[in-house]
């Protein structure tokens, strides 16, 4: 008897080990078969702009590791061994509007799941038209993507379409005006004349342009519509709409805009990046962001006296990573570049350029501006326009902006000067080579103006 009991210890033994090493063997399955999922998941997710940013904070990196070309329509960027293709179709998307709260779209194209924001009993739905034409099935593989990434990340979709349904909240505009949603927006650069630019715009009879800066994109994305569409003027059926936040073109991601509306029309002040990461730390400093009595050379260089690629006031002088970011969403026919820091004709060119773009007529003239040298800025001409109504838009009686409380920029050695000019040339030759040297050639502080320069000074032809 005790050696049966003995045996049948030993057989129950047997079978519990068997099973611990059969559930141990299935749960190591499941296990990888999770983390592999997860790895997918994560890899699908990792974007370029990702990869650009992981490059970005490398203080070590190889600046002669840089390329970027252009090729028809396909863009192909390395950076240090990491590459990402991409083709971006000029083309317009269409967008879904057909519904008072924002859809979730998935690849099943499945609308049941909605998420609304506000009470849609208030107001009448009515029948929408839709703005987005000519879409073809990979477009609207693409947008519904899109969608659906940003519907996971915030429960909802912002569309400008939706703006429709908010017409009755236009009771203190004059008879004949309504607020819009954005056709265009100023989306940057910060210190490159962003305010300047919206000024001067505010004076064109065909523009209707927005006070401050909503930031809707980044910071207020979680706000409703309605709070979007108060943040915006009055405008008659003429005017185009026009909003500024210089922060969109760096620190925003471009899908909200995108989604918003994929026809948007996007301009962007740009100056030289030396000079705007001056700007950068004096205001920082004034703020506080950057230790009081701290240098500008101990802020940008590093130990090993090479420039510090991975501070915020120098990461923001590198325009070539946004303008990547936003190539993957909008063509180049959609984005405008303008150094409001031209002078003489060049400036009135560039403007009548820009009246092109955004489809209005063309205003400005060569005496629609003079050059103030005490203020060293550009002014509208008092005797062109009536200076009197853009005292809203900061503009004082002699066309001038209003700058009040000015901080001078440190004075820097040349030396310092000249190295940060080579840190920036290389993103300089990738940002105009993407946006095409015959528009960069207008920029004093194009890697190829700056290079004639040089030769220029040494007594070259």
Not at 57 to 83: A, C, P, Q, R, W
Request: aromatic letters at 10%; glycine letters at 6%; one cysteine or more.
């Amino acid at each position: 008897m005790p050696k049966n009991k003995t045996r049948l210890n030993i057989l129950l033994l047997s079978c519990s080990a068997l099973l611990v090493v059969m559930f141990t063997r299935q749960l190591n399955k499941d296990v990888t078969q999770i983390s592999t999922r997860t790895r997918e998941l994560i890899d699908s997710k990792l974007t370029t702009t990702e990869h650009l940013t992981k490059f970005n904070d490398n203080e070590e990196h190889d600046e002669d590791s840089f390329e970027v070309k252009e090729k028809m329509n396909e863009y192909t960027f390395s950076l240090s061994g990491i590459s990402d293709t991409k083709q971006y179709h000029k083309t317009s998307f269409e967008a879904n509007g057909k519904t008072r709260a924002y859809v979730n779209l998935n690849e099943d194209n499945d609308t049941s799941n909605i998420h609304s924001t506000e009470d849609s009993s208030e107001v009448d739905m009515g029948s929408l038209s839709n703005p987005y034409k000519g879409i073809n099935a990979e477009d609207e593989s693409k947008m519904r993507r899109i969608e659906q990434k940003l519907n996971d990340e915030f429960g909802f979709i912002h569309k400008a379409n939706n703006f429709v349904r908010y017409e009755k909240e236009n009771k203190d505009c004059d008879v004949g005006k309504v607020r819009k949603p954005p056709e265009a927006m100023i989306i940057g650069v910060q210190f490159c004349g962003t305010d300047l630019l919206r000024s001067i715009l505010g004076a064109h009879p065909k523009i209707a342009i927005a006070l401050g800066e909503p930031h809707f994109f980044d910071r207020n994305y979680n706000e409703t519509l309605s709070w979007y569409l108060k943040q915006m003027p009055c405008s008659s059926p003429d005017q185009i709409t026009i909003e500024t936040t210089p922060s969109y073109f760096d620190l925003t991601d471009p899908a909200r805009i995108f989604t918003f509306n994929p026809n948007m029309k996007l301009i962007v002040c740009v100056c030289d990046p030396v000079d705007r990461t001056l700007s950068d730390f004096t205001h920082e400093q004034r703020l506080g962001h950057i230790q009081k009595g701290r240098t500008f050379e101990e802020e940008v260089v590093g130990s090993d006296g090479g420039i510090k690629g991975n501070v915020a006031i120098t990461k923001r002088s590198n325009y070539l990573y946004p303008l990547i970011r936003y190539k993957q969403y909008f063509s180049s026919n959609q984005i405008f570049f303008i150094d409001v820091a031209l002078l003489g004709s060049q400036l009135s060119t560039a403007f009548n350029m820009l009246e092109e773009f955004l489809g209005i007529e063309k205003v400005f003239r060569k005496t629609s501006f003079w050059f103030n040298t005490k203020k060293n800025i550009n002014c509208l001409s008092s005797e062109m326009f009536n200076i009197t109504i853009l005292k809203s838009l900061g503009i004082e009686e002699d066309g001038c902006m209003e700058t009040p409380g000015v901080l001078s920029n440190p004075v820097i050695a040349e030396g310092l000067r000249d190295k940060l000019r080579k840190h920036y040339t290389v993103y300089c030759t990738g940002f105009c080579e993407m946006l095409g040297n015959h528009t960069c050639k207008a920029f004093p502080w194009s890697p190829k103006r700056m290079s004639k320069r040089s030769i220029d000074l040494v007594g070259g032809t």
